[in-house]
């Protein structure tokens, strides 16, 4: 059962590169989203999806970009980084929505971006 | 806002002691979820109280909610150092489709 996994684990990237932060969960879960972690801002939202093809903007969407062609997999890619996106980025699930449901999460993908 | 405000922001006490945490809210909601973060680590789901739930228990972990109040508390008993973590509410209002996340309550338990 290997649940909801995250790649890679780290990452160090130059400024204005592209990079792809992988996730991919093996329950089916229809629900799917990421979060970014950074010292006073707590998490933040940045995209989150219903299901397959549907995608929403959350708090923070702005240098991102998403896509869920398939229900386990629900990659991030930060087009053209930059050193403000330098956070821990975590990947969730759900099964249903929120509604009486857990939210997984997975361990987490520390970027830097230099 | 349908995201929680965790009180205190940090909270440190000594080995098998209880802990308190708040969580504050604006919004009706259908239900309530707690999470604790280890350091380095994701959240993992600690419990869920629905809104019709006045108190609920897991293990050492006890739960109240407050709807006319808009608050939540979470109380650990008999605390151990491996529940030093950060905690984090979630309050889910009917039809949310994502969860918003205050900043949570940092615990630590010293030996």
């Known amino acids: 059962d290997a649940g909801i996994t995250q790649s890679p684990r780290y990452k160090i990237t130059e400024t204005g590169r592209q990079v792809t932060l992988m996730c991919h969960q093996t329950?089916?879960?229809?629900?799917m989203f990421w979060y970014r972690q950074d010292l006073g801002h707590g998490l933040r939202l940045i995209y989150y999806?219903?299901?397959?093809?549907?995608?929403d903007k959350g708090e923070v969407p702005d240098g991102y970009v998403v896509s869920r062609s398939k229900t386990e997999n629900f990659p991030l890619t930060l087009e053209s980084a930059t050193r403000s996106q330098t956070s821990v980025y975590f990947c969730?699930?759900?099964?249903?929505?929120?509604?009486?449901?857990?939210?997984?999460f997975g361990e987490g993908s520390w970027l830097t971006v230099v | 806002s349908q995201q929680g405000e965790e009180d205190p922001q940090a909270l440190s006490i000594q080995e098998g002691e209880n802990a308190t945490m708040n969580c504050s809210y604006k919004?009706?909601?259908?239900?309530l979820q707690w999470y604790r973060q280890n350091s380095g680590r994701g959240l993992v789901h600690l419990i869920l109280i629905r809104s019709n739930e006045r108190e609920k228990h897991s293990g050492r972990l006890r739960v109240t909610l407050d709807t006319s109040k808009k608050s939540s508390s979470l109380l650990i008993t008999a605390s151990r150092a491996a529940d030093t973590a950060s905690y984090f509410c979630?309050?889910?209002?009917?039809?949310?489709?994502?969860?918003?996340f205050g900043q949570g309550t940092r615990l630590t338990i010293n030996p």
């Open positions: 919004t009706s909601i259908n239900n």
């Open positions: 979630a309050p889910i209002i009917q039809g949310a489709q994502k969860l918003v």
């Open positions: 999806s219903a299901a397959a093809d549907i995608t």
């Open positions: 329950w089916s879960h229809s629900y």
């Open positions: 969730a699930s759900s099964e249903q929505g929120l509604f009486g449901n857990t939210i997984y």
